[in-house]
């Protein structure tokens, strides 16, 4: 075992906590690891609870010897949800058109996950963000860059309509009813998962059916979904802003990507001086378990950049 690893059995896990925000948002969260280690700040996409970021890979991330943060974004698992802001499918295929307005936005999820690390006491993080996160991960860096350390963004976006774009499939399929009950709900999430899904890193049929269950069992809401669509279809175009980051930057991205076309992970390492891009053949939409060690290695080497 290499200086700086821990075994598995040796790290400290939490239990689920909550973090009460000054905004009145309580945001779920849950480490792994030693808390005097420098931080990972895990931030999940679109929908998705601080869980897709399985166990085994936050462990993975913990042993290399950091201290591993997930938590659930407002609107998705036990986190604050604002049920009072009620979105239509008309809202979201007019704001799919460029035509709309949202609850709340990109930014303030990015406050979110600041008010998050102020309230554990850390002053910066290496910041991951997959999909909707990496958006939420690129905006703490331009507007809270004294609180990255390094920025990992995957398979995300700049914001700029004309790079990352949504295969028209995948959209029907994200507008498409998720099911009234716990069961069609998973079978279904099944389903449209494979649409997205990595071809070539295929993860089993009872594995996304067990975590469609949690999920839906931790407080799954559609209209928490449709408030998370609205804010990544009403964001700005970070282009411009994003050439002000300064800190080690890794874009990672998969060849065979519906949801957001790896153009925008292209775009995302052309915009900030010095990114490192990894694209990978066969990579869908999907933290697929097999590349668990190539995620891994790269947060890692990232994060020794920004020593």
Not at 59 to 68: E, I, K, Q, S, T
Not at 241 to 259: E, K, Y
């Amino acid at each position: 075992m290499d200086a700086g690893q821990a075994r598995e059995e040796d790290i400290v896990v939490s239990g689920e906590l909550f973090a009460h925000l000054p905004s009145g948002l309580d945001l779920c969260h849950q480490t792994f690891g030693d808390p005097r280690d420098e931080s990972v700040l895990l931030i999940m996409g679109l929908g998705g609870p601080m869980t897709w970021w399985s166990e085994e890979f936050c462990r993975l991330l913990a042993g290399r010897g950091f201290h591993v943060i997930r938590y659930d974004n407002r609107d998705t698992g036990r986190s604050t949800k604002l049920r009072h802001h009620r979105v239509s499918r008309t809202d979201v295929v007019k704001a799919f058109l460029g035509r709309g307005t949202a609850p709340y936005g990109i930014d303030d999820l990015a406050d979110d996950a600041v008010g998050l690390l102020d309230q554990l006491g850390i002053d910066a993080a290496h910041v991951v963000g997959v999909s909707m996160g990496g958006m939420i991960a690129q905006t703490m860096a331009v507007e809270h860059p004294s609180r990255v350390r390094s920025l990992t963004s995957i398979m995300s976006t700049t914001g700029r309509r004309t790079v990352g774009w949504i295969h028209p499939l995948v959209m029907r399929t994200m507008l498409a009813p998720a099911g009234r009950t716990r069961p069609e709900f998973a079978e279904n999430s099944v389903r449209n998962g494979k649409v997205m899904a990595s071809p070539a890193f295929p993860t089993d049929d009872d594995v996304a059916y067990a975590r469609a269950l949690e999920t839906y069992d931790r407080g799954w809401i559609a209209s928490g979904v449709s408030r998370h669509m609205l804010a990544v279809l009403t964001q700005s175009d970070r282009s411009q802003r994003l050439r002000a980051v300064a800190v080690p930057t890794q874009v990672i991205h998969g060849s065979r990507d519906l949801l957001v076309h790896r153009s925008g992970g292209r775009a995302t390492a052309a915009a900030i001086p010095g990114a490192a891009l990894l694209e990978i053949a066969g990579m869908g939409h999907d933290l697929p378990r097999q590349l668990y060690g190539t995620f891994v290695d790269a947060i890692v080497a990232n994060a020794e950049r920004a020593r």
